[in-house]
Antibody, heavy 124, light 108 residues
Framework: QVQLQESGPGLVKPSETLSLTCTVS????????WSWIRQPPGKGLEWIGY???????NYNPSLKSRVTISVDTSKNQFSLKLSSVTAADTAVYYC??????????????????WGKGTTVTVSS | DIQLTQSPSFLSASVGDRVTITCRAS??????LAWYQQKPGKAPKLLIY???TLQSGVPSRFSGSGSGTEFTLTISSLQPEDFATYYC??????????FGGGTKVEIK
C-alpha cells in the first residue's frame, strides 16, 4: 500500500529556511493532492498547505508568505520550504495524501494516508 | 478565518461507555468535515469524512453526524484501543483546511 516518508534536517537555525521532502512509495503521486501538516509539542494540528501533482498549490493564509510547496513527479516526491523560521516553527511535520473526493457537487480534501512525521527544532 | 471548536477538550470515560464529541464551525461548512484519531507519538488516522462516511477499515462503533455548523463524533461502545485524542477538520478548499483543537479521551 502507499507509504509516505518525511526527510530533512532535524535542527534549523532561527531566520533560516526549513526544508523537508516527502517520498511516496507503493503508488503514484499522480491524481492526488499532497499536504503538509505540523504539530507543535503538546499542541494541536495545523494545516500548512497542499499541492496537486500538476503543481497547483493552496496555502494556509497564516503561513502563505513564508511557505513554498513543490512536487517532483519523476522522483515521486513533494517538498516543503518554510522561510524565516523562529522557535514557534518547532514542531512535528507530517506529509499526507488527499484523494480530493468529488461528491455532491464539491471536493472533499480529507487526508487518508499520513507519514510518520519528522521532528524539526528551531534553535541556534 | 474559519474556527472549529471542539467540546469537551478532555473527557474521562470507561470501557463500554458511549462517547460523543462535538465540533462547532464558526461558519457553515455543509458536510465538509472529517474526524481523525491520534495516539501519542503517532500520526493521525482518518476515521470519518464528509461528516458521516466511515473510512474503510474503521470499526462501525465510530459514527459521525451533522451538517452546517454542528457535528458530532460518536463511539458507541468505547474500547481500550480508543483512548486517544480526536480532531475534526474542515475539508472545503475555499477555506483553510483548519483542524479543531482536539478532544483527549482518557480512561476513567
Amino acid at each position: 500500500q502507499v507509504q509516505l516518508q518525511e526527510s530533512g534536517p532535524g535542527l534549523v537555525k532561527p531566520s533560516e529556511t526549513l526544508s523537508l521532502t516527502c517520498t511516496v512509495s507503493g503508488g503514484s503521486i499522480s491524481s492526488y493532492y499532497w499536504s503538509w501538516i505540523r504539530q507543535p509539542p503538546g499542541k494541536g494540528l495545523e494545516w500548512i498547505g497542499y499541492i496537486y501533482y500538476s503543481g497547483s498549490t493552496n496555502y494556509n493564509p497564516s503561513l502563505k508568505s513564508r511557505v513554498t510547496i513543490s512536487v517532483d513527479t519523476s522522483k515521486n516526491q513533494f517538498s516543503l520550504k518554510l522561510s524565516s523560521v523562529t522557535a514557534a516553527d518547532t514542531a512535528v511535520y507530517y506529509c499526507a495524501r488527499s484523494p480530493a473526493l468529488f461528491w455532491s457537487g464539491g471536493y472533499y480534501y480529507y487526508m487518508d494516508v499520513w507519514g510518520k512525521g519528522t521532528t524539526v527544532t528551531v534553535s541556534s | 478565518d474559519i474556527q472549529l471548536t471542539q467540546s469537551p477538550s478532555f473527557l474521562s470515560a470507561s470501557v463500554g461507555d458511549r462517547v460523543t464529541i462535538t465540533c462547532r464551525a464558526s461558519q457553515g461548512i455543509s458536510s465538509y468535515l472529517a474526524w481523525y484519531q491520534q495516539k501519542p507519538g503517532k500520526a493521525p488516522k482518518l476515521l470519518i469524512y464528509a461528516a458521516s462516511t466511515l473510512q474503510s477499515g474503521v470499526p462501525s462503533r465510530f459514527s459521525g453526524s451533522g451538517s452546517g455548523t454542528e457535528f458530532t463524533l460518536t463511539i458507541s461502545s468505547l474500547q481500550p484501543e480508543d483512548f486517544a485524542t480526536y480532531y475534526c477538520q474542515q475539508l472545503n478548499s475555499y477555506l483553510p483546511l483548519t483542524f479543531g483543537g482536539g478532544t483527549k479521551v482518557e480512561i476513567k
